[in-house]
């Protein structure tokens, strides 16, 4: 039946569906530059910490009451009786739907990179920062054009997930995940030997692992908390969704350990591999431009590792596979709320979604260089800036809107459906929960407590805004 609720196939499935959702982009083209700006050692830390004391717990809390309810984001509030935080689904929606166009755009140039290496890897060699920019419409002339090519691409990369999406949850995104996860996994294991024993990587291992707080301010709380979110996946509806689709034997407090560990390993991993990469890469005059970290600098891992060209190939395709699933998790959500909540038809509003999300996205691509279009941003101490639309996409989702949603998440748990209720769904599978005390103190005071804090703080204080 076209609309009935899918159920996942396998337990592994789930796991890796939903670790799949997590592991993305974020993790290898956000990650790094975001640990670089935040100054190393003291961004991994305060992002472990903010894992560790607040994303696993909103994880488990979204699962639980995707679970409890079987409803998708909005629906979730209704079923459970609480109509008027339907506010926080359709913020997690609207997020996930600006997510997804950037996102796609992002996918596509992966997907220009895994076509890059196997025809012209020599020319990305020769010039990376050169070769990235080209492709962002940027030339090394300084003047800029339309970027047809990256934004084909994207129409590729949005086409294939719509198609994924159209074949339904079990079929198209389990079988999916269970090769590319611990394929991923391996590459990069691989790439982290090379990178790091590259000439110049010390000096960037070593900003890894040091600790300069001079560089720490509220901002790079921000960051860190905006970007734990997006990498798990949380604050957007995705993991309401993604336990919606779970049966009740299933143990969802160890899932997400497992997840959130899994996730944080490979955000990690990249952090090491492309840090020292971009230190031996770029040199100082180059190495604050944050964006297309894991674009340019890795080129010279696999410039100087044997057989580089063909590990390049597989690194960028199974990126390419990592963005999919995260954005087939995007995609799922936004369709499944709109299937359920307007009872509109699965597969015309999959394909009607997707085409005006790529449209949006268009203006991703297009403004990194070739259009001036600008966003506008405001915080106390650089009052209103303008910063390019690109980053303002960025800026919206990451600073504003995960986190709001999030906030309302822990909110509702923690003081209205009240945490014995998220326990009392957590223990379905018949285990105890033992953390489930600590569980409820961080879902009741910590986490609504430390987001609301570092949301005002960053506005109040400043943001570094690039
Ligand atoms: N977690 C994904 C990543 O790190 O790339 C991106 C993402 C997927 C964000 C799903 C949000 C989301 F709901």
């Known amino acids: 039946m076209e609309n009935e609720r899918a159920q996942w196939g396998s337990k592994l499935g789930f796991i890796l569906a939903a670790a799949g959702s997590a592991v993305g982009l974020g993790n290898i083209w956000k990650f790094p530059g975001r640990a670089f700006e935040g100054g190393g050692g003291c961004f991994l830390l305060i992002y472990l910490l903010i894992v560790i004391f607040l994303g696993a717990p909103m994880m488990l809390t979204e699962l639980s009451v995707g679970r409890a309810s079987q409803a998708n984001i909005v629906g979730v509030f209704h079923k459970l009786g609480h109509r008027n935080f339907s506010w926080v689904g359709w913020i997690g929606v609207i997020g996930a739907f600006i997510i997804t166009c950037y996102y796609a755009h992002v996918g596509g140039w992966v997907l220009r990179y895994v076509v890059g290496y196997a025809t012209e890897s020599s020319s990305i060699y020769s010039d990376s920062l050169g070769y990235f920019y080209n492709m962002l419409g940027l030339h090394g002339d300084g003047t800029t054009s339309i970027p047809w090519v990256a934004i084909l691409f994207a129409a590729i990369f949005m086409a294939m997930n719509a198609i994924i999406i159209i074949r339904g949850v079990e079929s198209g995104i389990e079988k999916f995940n269970k090769i590319g996860m611990p394929a991923l996994f391996i590459l990069l294991l691989i790439l982290l030997v090379r990178s790091v024993t590259l000439d110049g990587a010390a000096e960037g291992l070593q900003y890894m692992v040091s600790l300069d707080w001079s560089k720490v301010n509220f901002s790079t709380f921000l960051a860190a908390l905006g970007q734990a979110f997006y990498s798990l996946s949380i604050g957007m509806a995705i993991m309401i969704t993604y336990g919606s689709y779970l049966p009740k034997t299933e143990n969802i407090a160890k899932n997400t350990v497992l997840i959130c560990a899994m996730d944080t390993m490979v955000a990690f991993l990249a952090g090491f591999i492309i840090v020292p990469a971009v230190f031996a890469t770029l040199g100082e005059s180059e190495i604050g431009k944050g964006g297309g970290f894991a674009f340019v600098s890795l080129a010279k891992v696999f410039d100087q590792m044997p057989g580089g060209t063909f590990f390049g190939v597989l690194f960028y395709l199974l990126l390419l596979f990592a963005a999919l699933t995260s954005c087939i998790s995007l995609v799922e959500s936004i369709v499944a709320f709109l299937t359920e909540h307007f009872l509109w038809e699965r597969t015309r509003t999959t394909i009607i979604v997707c085409v005006i999300m790529f449209l949006i996205g268009c203006l ?96 109040a204080a400043g943001m570094t805004l690039s």
Not at 379 to 397: H, I, K, Q, S
């Open 364 to 459: 991703y691509t297009c403004t990194q260089a070739a259009v001036p279009l600008k966003g506008i941003w405001f915080d106390a101490a650089n009052g209103v800036t303008y910063p390019a639309f690109c980053d303002f996409m960025e800026y919206l989702t990451d600073r504003i809107m995960i986190p709001v949603c999030a906030l309302g998440c822990c909110i509702f748990v923690g003081w209205v459906w009240k945490p014995e209720s998220a326990i009392e769904e957590i223990e379905q599978c018949g285990v105890r929960f033992g953390l489930a005390k600590v569980y409820a103190i961080l879902i009741k005071y910590v986490a609504p407590v430390a987001i609301l804090a570092i949301l005002i703080m960053s506005f």
